[in-house]
């Protein structure tokens, strides 16, 4: 198989933290956390550094027990997890109330670093450039906007209102003038023609036992990987607001289908890693491995284990 170096290695962990550690006690000996990574082609020494700049910056916390070493995420570290599962819900259109929301800001020439941060964390959160400074949205983001303000502390310098759109121009073309719909459906277009055939390809392995359980891991945690990224440009817009020929619901259910088809060999294999940590842990009740944040019930309804 072949290795996946080109993955970030604090990025990996990252993962590791969100999609799996965080389920069983959110604690994970250091032995097993090499183990994990060496999947993707990461060495001891790569996996002891990362992990080692993740506790200076205070995103995880080590405990010696015995001779051996164990990490797991602080509150910051949590909070960062928590965060990154709400923005996953963002690729799940919701019904539209008909309304826009609109936010203006006039920060500073001093505070621009604090000006560059937030249009990312807008664009992120779905919100559109209509003019210099003025963002709009058609989905109701007051709470994650209330927390950027928060964050930002910028309060004195920002407006939000939630409107109706009586300009000449319809709706679909304000769409069009805040969001490059058609390359972020070409990018989806990418996805499906990639990953829908190395789904069968996958499948017909697994159901003959020729795909290892720790193939399964790699594959199940690039496939995450790879559509995660339309996090950051897709805007989860309603449905009534989209092309005739979007291609995200047929992309959503692609990646619900091969990730459920990798889920279990994948999950085996990594409680096979993690138990020889010898933690004493209780899983969280809630979690099952065949479903992820990222999958929509719109498409896909919700498997029970």
Request: proline share 3%; glycine share 6%; net charge negative.
């Amino acid at each position: 198989m072949e290795k996946q170096t080109s993955l970030n290695t604090r990025s990996m962990i990252f993962t590791l933290f969100g999609d799996y550690i965080r389920y069983y006690g959110n604690v994970i000996w250091i032995g097993s956390l090499i183990r994990l990574l060496k999947e993707f082609g990461h060495n001891e020494q790569s996996v002891r550094a990362a992990i080692s700049r993740m506790s200076k910056q205070g995103w995880v916390v080590s405990e010696k027990r015995g001779n051996k070493s164990y990490y797991s995420l602080t509150t910051q570290g949590q909070k960062r997890m928590d965060e990154a599962a709400k923005r996953i819900y963002k690729l799940k259109s919701p019904t539209w109330d008909g309304k826009w929301r609109i936010l203006v800001y006039t920060i500073p020439e001093e505070k621009r670093h604090i000006r560059d941060e937030l249009r990312r964390e807008l664009v992120w959160s779905g919100f559109g450039l209509l003019s210099n400074s003025c963002w709009i949205t058609p989905n109701p983001l007051e709470e994650q906007l209330e927390n950027l303000i928060e964050k930002y502390d910028i309060e004195e310098y920002v407006n939000y209102f939630v409107a109706n759109h009586l300009g000449a121009n319809s709706s679909q073309e304000l769409v069009e003038k805040c969001w490059d719909l058609d390359e972020i459906n070409e990018m989806y277009s990418e996805f499906i023609q990639k990953y829908s055939q190395k789904y069968i390809i996958d499948k017909n392995q697994i159901e003959k036992g020729d795909m290892s359980d720790g193939a399964c891991f790699v594959e199940r945690t690039l496939l995450v990987h790879q559509y995660r990224k339309f996090l950051f440009v897709d805007p989860g817009l309603p449905e009534s607001l989209l092309p005739d020929n979007w291609l995200g619901d047929s992309a959503a259910s692609l990646f619900a289908d091969y990730y459920r088809t990798l889920a279990e060999p994948a999950n085996r294999f990594f409680e096979s890693v993690f138990e020889q940590g010898d933690i004493d842990f209780q899983k969280d009740r809630d979690y099952n491995f065949l479903n992820h944040p990222l999958i929509s019930t719109k498409v896909n309804p919700e498997v029970k284990q």
